[in-house]
């Protein structure tokens, strides 16, 4: 039975890191398909950031910390500040129609997730 289970683990590793590679594939694309492309791409990642934290780490939140009122507010504060930086990324970016501030946003998200992940454990 056990073997069993590290079968399933490393096989399940395995399709994990396959899939991080799905991204080197993107580079062969020309830039109009690839413009389609990666709007939804964008997409899936901020609700998969968005999924982590309403699913996962807020919950986890309320049960380390003491005060619910203060999670409540370090939370919605967490919220105003991508607020306000996805509108100066919006104002900075105002005359350069390639770039699009949420792909900056989401990038800005996920440098902060993994820096407080790699802190955390």
Same mark, same amino acid.
């Given at each position: 039975?056990?073997?069993?289970?590290?079968?399933?683990?490393?096989?399940?590793?395995?399709?994990?890191? !396959?899939?991080?590679?799905? &991204?080197?594939?993107?580079?062969?694309?020309?830039?109009?398909?690839?413009?389609?492309?990666?709007?939804?791409?964008?997409?899936?990642?901020?609700? !998969?950031?968005?999924?982590?934290?309403?699913?996962?780490?807020? $919950?986890?939140?309320?049960?380390?910390?003491?005060?619910?009122?203060? !999670?409540?507010?370090?939370?919605? &504060?967490?919220?105003?500040?991508?607020?306000?930086?996805?509108?100066?990324?919006?104002?900075?970016?105002?005359?350069?129609?390639?770039?699009? $501030?949420? &792909?900056?946003?989401?990038?800005?998200?996920? &440098?902060?997730?993994?820096?407080?992940?790699?802190?955390?454990?």
């Amino acid at each position: 039975m056990e073997i069993n289970n590290a079968l399933y683990a490393i096989l399940s590793a395995c399709f994990v890191s !396959t899939l991080s590679f799905v &991204g080197v594939f993107l580079l062969y694309f020309k830039s109009n398909k690839l413009s389609g492309i990666l709007n939804l791409l964008i997409c899936f990642a901020i609700g !998969t950031l968005l999924g982590n934290a309403f699913f996962q780490l807020v $919950p986890e939140s309320y049960f380390h910390m003491e005060s619910a009122r203060l !999670t409540s507010w370090l939370i919605l &504060g967490g919220f105003f500040v991508f607020f306000i930086l996805e509108q100066l990324l919006h104002i900075s970016h105002k005359n350069k129609k390639a770039i699009k $501030p949420y &792909g900056y946003l989401s990038l800005y998200a996920d &440098g902060i997730h993994n820096f407080v992940d790699g802190i955390q454990h």
